[in-house]
C-alpha cells in the first residue's frame, strides 16, 4: 500500500514556473513507476508524465514535451513534476499516481488527493 500526497500547486501568470511533489509514504515506492496527470473542469483526466521505476525512462504528450519534467528522488520518496513555459491551458488539477503504468489513468492503482495549478493569462 502507497499513499500519495502533492504540493507545490498555486495561481501563476503565464509564462512562469512551478515545481509539483508529491510525497509517498508506504511500501514499495522505489520499484513502482510514477506518473502525473491533470484534470479539468469537465474534462477528463490527462496524462502528463510517466517516469519508470529506475528513472532510466520517461513519456510526455506532446502537449508537455519540451515544458514538464519529471524526476524522482528515491531517497526521499519523492516524485517531482518541474513546469516551466506555463500556458493557461495548463490549468488543472495535479495528480500523483503509482502502481501502474502507460499513459491510461486506469493502469494506476494509488492516487494522491490533487494539487490546483491556476494560471493567469
Known amino acids: 500500500q502507497v499513499q500519495l500526497v502533492e504540493s507545490g500547486g498555486g495561481l501563476v501568470q503565464a509564462g512562469g514556473s512551478l515545481r509539483l511533489s508529491c510525497a509517498a509514504s508506504?511500501?514499495?515506492?522505489?520499484?513502482?513507476?510514477m506518473a502525473w496527470f491533470r484534470q479539468a473542469p469537465g474534462k477528463e483526466r490527462e496524462f502528463v508524465a510517466v517516469?519508470?521505476?529506475?528513472?532510466?525512462?520517461?513519456n510526455y504528450p506532446d502537449s508537455v514535451k519540451g515544458r514538464f519534467t519529471i524526476s524522482r528522488d528515491n531517497a526521499k520518496n519523492t516524485v517531482y513534476l518541474q513546469m516551466v513555459s506555463l500556458k493557461p491551458e495548463d490549468t488543472a488539477v495535479y495528480f500523483c499516481?503509482?502502481?501502474?503504468?502507460?499513459?491510461?489513468?486506469?493502469?494506476?492503482?494509488?492516487w494522491g488527493q490533487g494539487t490546483q495549478v491556476t494560471v493567469s493569462s
Open positions: 499516481a503509482a502502481g501502474g503504468g502507460g499513459i491510461d489513468p486506469q493502469g494506476y492503482k494509488y
Open positions: 517516469l519508470t521505476w529506475s528513472g532510466s525512462r520517461t
Open positions: 508506504g511500501r514499495g515506492f522505489s520499484i513502482y513507476n
